[in-house]
Nanobody, 116 residues
Framework: QVQLVESGGGLVQPGGSLRLSCAAS????????LSWYRQAPGKERQLVAD????????SYVDSVKDRFTISRDNAKNTVYLQMNSLKPEDTAVYYC?????????WGQGTQVTVSS
């Protein structure tokens, strides 16, 4: 079955960095685009970044452009989100996502807290 397992979250001070990882299994990883979403308390889940199946095309929500970088390693079936210059408003649970035959699959999420 499809599994997405996020890791790498934690508590970081404003201006700090974190790298999230999402290990995938149960599907043809190198054939699928992947996304990172986040959900802050009391807010709707928000798309943060997308990456195409071969990694050549990426896109970002405006609020994280020039601070976050999405990447993937198809040999390791893993997608990453490098987050730099973190701000308190980046605090959220971050989720990995893929869509297969019209169905969305989610990981369990990893908490990122940006606070001094």
């Amino acid at each position: 079955q499809v599994q997405l397992v996020e890791s790498g979250g934690g508590l970081v001070q404003p201006g700090g960095s974190l790298r999230l990882s999402c290990a995938a299994s149960g599907f043809a990883f190198s054939s699928n685009g992947l996304s990172w979403y986040r959900q802050a308390p009391g807010k709707e889940r928000q798309l943060v970044a997308d990456i195409s199946s071969n990694g050549a095309i990426t896109s970002y929500v405006d609020s994280v452009k020039d601070r976050f970088t999405i990447s993937r390693d198809n040999a390791k079936n893993t997608v990453y989100l490098q987050m730099n210059s973190l701000k308190p408003e980046d605090t959220a649970v971050y989720y990995c996502n893929t869509r297969i035959l019209g169905m969305r699959y989610w990981g369990q999420g990893t908490q990122v807290t940006v606070s001094s």
